[in-house]
């Protein structure tokens, strides 16, 4: 295949290797619904959103110049059965929204006068009204008092991530484009972060700043290691001595995981919308920044200044804002980085 052709194997391999990690992430989903005898429809709607972009994204691999027919022919059976399984994922969120529903429909079954028992032995042996009654009383109860007190979630993870400024698909554009040059170790680490962020939803107005500021200032970081002084040299350097690393191991994952989810903990009053104490934010992001870690005598210190910046930023961003949502947020995003 000639070097000027739309289409290159390795990002078939990308697309491949996204293939595989949605298929076990669904079987995961299945397995886990199987055990727990329970539809999360929330998780449901999340795998049908990634299972539309990865289904689209083959879609446009099909079309690319230069692909060989037999490769065109096996990826248009991959997106006709991906489609098929994106038919059957809105039938399964709805089954489970329905189930969801039914604990309300016997509430109004008992206030209408039904009959029928909402799922009792107890009222199925007893023969008598006065047990069929008192058997309703206490199931009615607990139903009432459970939607009483039912209080929603601050924020919650989904297993696929939703790019919603579109900076996932464009930074990771950029790392591929500069991986034949430069060791992409450090910004792949980066980009993890960036992907974490992208996997959390909540119902919050406040999630789109949530999301968006802490993630462009991580694009701002990937593309400086990439492209500018001193970082881009330093990268350089690097793969000269050193074998090309694209991918993560598991206690690197973890770490991300663990930061990221610090992060929407602090956020977690603000994400309710309740009142929170901006200038203590803000003094716990003082107290992570001053104690900013430089690493040890082998760690290259001009990319940790670099680093170093982008934390005083976001600290002077949280003083500045000129509202208390922002001031948290930049708060939280120096603890973050920190």
Not at 186 to 205: A, D, F, G, M
Not at 307 to 326: F, I, K, M, P, T
């Amino acid at each position: 295949m000639s070097e000027d052709s739309s289409f290159h194997f390795e990002d078939l391999i990308d697309r491949l290797l996204l293939i595989v990690t949605l298929n076990s992430t669904l079987i995961h989903f299945l397995l886990s619904s199987q055990v727990e005898e329970n539809i999360d429809p929330d998780r449901v709607d999340s795998l049908t959103q990634g299972l539309l972009r990865t289904r689209k994204w083959m879609e446009e691999a099909t079309t690319m110049k230069g692909v060989p027919p037999s490769t065109q022919n096996i990826m248009s059976l991959i997106v006709k059965r991906l489609s098929q399984i994106e038919s059957l994922l809105p039938k399964l969120s709805d089954k489970a929204k329905q189930a969801e529903r039914n604990p309300a429909q016997e509430i109004l079954s008992f206030l209408d006068g039904s009959k029928r028992a909402p799922r009792t032995t107890a009222s199925v042996k007893s023969g008598t009204t006065s047990t069929a009654s008192s058997t309703d009383e206490a199931e009615l109860v607990p139903l009432v008092g459970e939607t009483e007190t039912k209080t929603l979630e601050a924020y919650r993870k989904v297993d696929v991530e939703d790019d919603l400024f579109g900076l996932i698909g464009q930074t990771q554009r950029q790392i591929q484009q500069y991986s034949a040059r430069c060791h992409v170790m450090l910004p792949t680490w980066w980009l993890e972060v960036l992907r974490e962020i992208h996997r959390y939803k909540s119902e919050s107005p406040y999630l789109g700043d949530v999301i968006e500021l802490p993630a462009r200032i991580l694009v701002t970081i990937i593309k400086g290691l990439l492209t500018e002084a001193p970082g881009a040299r330093l990268l350089q350097d690097l793969l000269k001595n050193r074998q090309q690393e694209n991918y993560l191991n598991g206690s690197e994952q973890e770490r991300i995981e663990r930061a990221v989810s610090k992060y929407f903990q602090g956020l977690e009053g603000l994400l309710k919308e309740q009142e929170i104490d901006a200038k203590n934010k803000i003094l716990e992001a003082q107290t992570a920044f001053d104690g900013f870690g430089w690493g040890g005598p082998e760690l290259e210190k001009r990319l940790i200044k670099r680093l170093n910046q982008q934390c005083e930023e976001a600290l002077q961003g949280a003083v500045s804002a000129s509202d208390v949502a922002r001031q948290v947020i930049y708060a939280e995003i120096t603890k973050m980085l920190c």
